[in-house]
Nanobody, 115 residues
Framework: QVQLIESGGGLVQAGGSLRLSCAASGRPFSNYVMGWFRQAPGKEREFVASISWNGDSTWYADSVKGRFTISRHNAKNTLYLQMNSLKPEDTAVYYC????????WGQGTQVTVSS
């Protein structure tokens, strides 16, 4: 049974920072591409960032490039998303993902950025 448990969300002012974490269990974490997605109210879920199994390659949505950094610690089975220079439009529920859209999802963590 795969479990992906996100933490680190909250309320922050525009320009602030948050660090999300995703603790994974149930599958060999280091075997999988991991990613972050988000869903704002009334909008579809969208890709934010992803990282290769060994962390050597990363990919970002244009909207977060230069502000967000995805990373992973395979020995701790944990995925991270460092979010800097946050904007109100970053407000959403952020989801951890293992192995792409047809893979596994966490329950989500709310990020709210006030202006």
């Amino acid at each position: 049974q795969v479990q992906l448990i996100e933490s680190g969300g909250g309320l922050v002012q525009a320009g602030g920072s948050l660090r999300l974490s995703c603790a994974a269990s149930g599958r060999p974490f280091s075997n999988y591409v991991m990613g972050w997605f988000r869903q704002a109210p009334g909008k579809e879920r969208e890709f934010v960032a992803s990282i290769s199994w060994n962390g050597d390659s990363t990919w970002y949505a244009d909207s977060v490039k230069g502000r967000f950094t995805i990373s992973r610690h395979n020995a701790k089975n944990t995925l991270y998303l460092q979010m800097n220079s946050l904007k109100p439009e970053d407000t959403a529920v952020y989801y951890c993902n293992m192995n792409g859209a047809s893979g596994f999802w966490g329950q989500g963590t709310q990020v709210t950025v006030s202006s």
